[in-house]
């Protein structure tokens, strides 16, 4: 039997209805998200190895999103193609160029995006990068110089 390949099977958009109960249905879709960016970033698309090098803004959700409840979670190509992304989209894309390099370099997944309650209410959230050596690290606020990057 042939293996189904991952990268034509997953969406690029991932939508949630957050609620009550609904952070592990978030964490999960966040995780299939990092999975498929990894997919494209170390397939044959020329997108930018890291949030920083790709230069993205940050976006922040509508506030009509806020009131569906909804959270959307893009491709990294949606994220290089407008240029910027949510703290969702740019944990996704972040951490997968950390695994990336990481079994780049004969080791195993490096990080993930975690979800973190937000001060602005039940409802609201924000997703930061978390390495597997417990540190955490938000593309939205914490810039790095090129030589810093994971893939460096």
Known sequence: MRGIRAKRKLSTTVE???GPGDLDLLAAALDA???SNME????????PCCVNCGEFGVLEPSEASHAERLVRVRSAEDVARTGAGTCADLACYDAAAANIEQIRRGSQNYAFAEILPDFR???R???VVRRMDGSTYDPTTERKSCGDCPCS
């Open 33 to 35: 998200v990092t999975e």
């Open 125 to 127: 959230h924000h997703v």
């Open 121 to 123: 209410g039940p409802g």
């Open 16 to 18: 949630v209805p957050v």
């Open 40 to 47: 494209r970033m170390s397939g044959a698309h020329m997108l």
